[in-house]
């Protein structure tokens, strides 16, 4: 049986940031990824922004991350050369309905430490995005864009800088408790076994099932999966807007909002709906609900523009009719067992938090 200090499940931007600060912290790391290449389920279909921080309950571990994870992320961009670009964004309120939601956002963003939002009147949102009808709206110059894959391939060079090692195709689909640490049943071409001190579950969508495939994690502390998929419309053309556009939410999700790549081009959404399991079909028949919430506050949007773009996944802890819950980061104070991080429900805003998080995990660990 191979021996191993560390390893970390699932090669996304949250395993690769943990797999990246437990190597610089001197640990012997192995990431092993089911798939034949790093990044490829959540953490590449997404919108690419990074958030600011303003609408998690306060307190909240996504509330706490997405604020210093994203001073962490603009710094580490700035440093390993990572295209993004602070770009900021316009929240608006399309009619005197959506005005107290509005307020409440900017409240919120207070109680968070998001300390740079300005309130705009109707006139400042037509100066500063001319194609927006809104009554009112707030800047938040903080929020920016980022290429995902470039941040996930920095993270992957300083973790095998440190000496860790990137395993592909290689699933791990079982394991049990062990006194010496816990021993994982490693899938693909060459199955092994793979004696672990450490073990970091963040298989994003499969952590759930991971988790219960590895007998000595008492069950209650495993949580249900669920997936809401969002689609998203890119616009043929030049971007009508200068920085992205969030409506107020009209349910408990972002709205159908704008988002401008670093490329200049801008797409739409995600938009939401429940599905029964990890299934990134594109449904065509969302295109009437994408025009007419979008012409809510863009008007000027003309037929036959919206081209369907690609669809992502969110790993939700509660189904339909429940309120989104917060990341859930279990470690041996939750499940009592020794060397273990199980990582759930890691959503929005999980790009942005995932340095942050990466911290988290370490101190657990530690
Ligand atoms: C529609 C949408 C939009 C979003 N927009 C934003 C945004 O703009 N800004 C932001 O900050 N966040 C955003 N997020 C959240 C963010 O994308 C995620 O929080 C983040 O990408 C999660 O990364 P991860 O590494 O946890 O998961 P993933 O990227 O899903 O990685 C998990 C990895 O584990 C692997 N794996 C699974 N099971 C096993 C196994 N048994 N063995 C080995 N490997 C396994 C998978 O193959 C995968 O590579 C968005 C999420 C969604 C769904």
């Given at each position: ?110 109680l968070n430490g998001v300390d740079d939002l300005r309130l705009l009147t109707k006139e400042e949102v037509n100066t500063l995005e001319p194609e927006v009808i809104a009554v009112a709206g707030f800047l938040s110059p903080s929020t920016g864009i980022i290429d995902s894959h470039g941040l996930m391939l920095a993270y992957l060079g300083d973790a095998e800088n440190a000496g860790a090692t990137l395993v592909l195709n290689s699933p791990a689909l079982s394991g049990r408790i062990s006194d010496d640490g816990i ?184």
């Amino acid at each position: 049986m191979e021996k191993i200090d560390c390893a970390v499940i699932g090669a996304g931007a949250v395993g690769l940031a943990i797999a990246r600060e437990l190597a610089l912290a001197g640990r012997e790391v192995i990431i092993l990824e089911a798939e034949n290449a790093f990044g490829t389920h959540t953490s590449a279909r997404n919108s690419e922004v990074i958030h600011a921080g303003i609408y998690y309950p306060t307190g909240s571990l996504k509330a706490r991350f997405c604020v210093a994870g994203r001073k962490l992320l603009y710094t580490y961009c700035a440093e390993r050369g990572i295209n993004h670009k602070r770009i900021g964004k316009v929240v608006v309120a399309c009619d005197e309905q959506q005005l107290d939601g509005l307020h409440k956002y900017k409240k919120q963003a207070e109680l968070n430490g998001v300390d740079d939002l300005r309130l705009l009147t109707k006139e400042e949102v037509n100066t500063l995005e001319p194609e927006v009808i809104a009554v009112a709206g707030f800047l938040s110059p903080s929020t920016g864009i980022i290429d995902s894959h470039g941040l996930m391939l920095a993270y992957l060079g300083d973790a095998e800088n440190a000496g860790a090692t990137l395993v592909l195709n290689s699933p791990a689909l079982s394991g049990r408790i062990s006194d010496d640490g816990i021993v994982l049943d490693v899938g693909g071409a060459e199955p092994m076994q793979l004696a672990c001190r450490t073990v970091i579950n963040a298989a994003g969508h499969g952590a759930p099932a991971l988790a219960r495939s590895i007998a000595g994690i008492p069950a209650e502390t495993i949580p249900q999966s669920y997936y809401a998929i969002g689609h998203y419309y890119t616009l043929t053309g030049k971007a009508p807007f200068n920085r992205l556009v969030y409506p107020v939410a009209r349910q408990d999700w972002l709205g159908v909002h704008v988002t401008i790549d670093l490329g200049g081009r801008c797409k739409f959404g995600p938009d939401f709906s429940w599905r029964d399991s990890l299934d990134y079909k594109f449904d065509e028949s969302r295109e009437p609900l994408f025009y007419e919430a979008i012409r809510r506050y863009f008007p000027g949007l003309k037929d036959g523009t919206l081209q369907p773009g690609y669809t992502g996944m969110r790993p939700r802890l509660t189904g339909q009719g429940k309120e989104a819950v917060d990341f859930m980061i279990h470690g041996p104070r939750d499940h009592g067992v020794p060397n273990l991080v199980n990582l759930y429900g890691i959503e929005s805003p999980g790009l942005t938090s995932s340095m942050a998080i990466a911290g988290y995990v370490r101190e657990l660990v530690d």
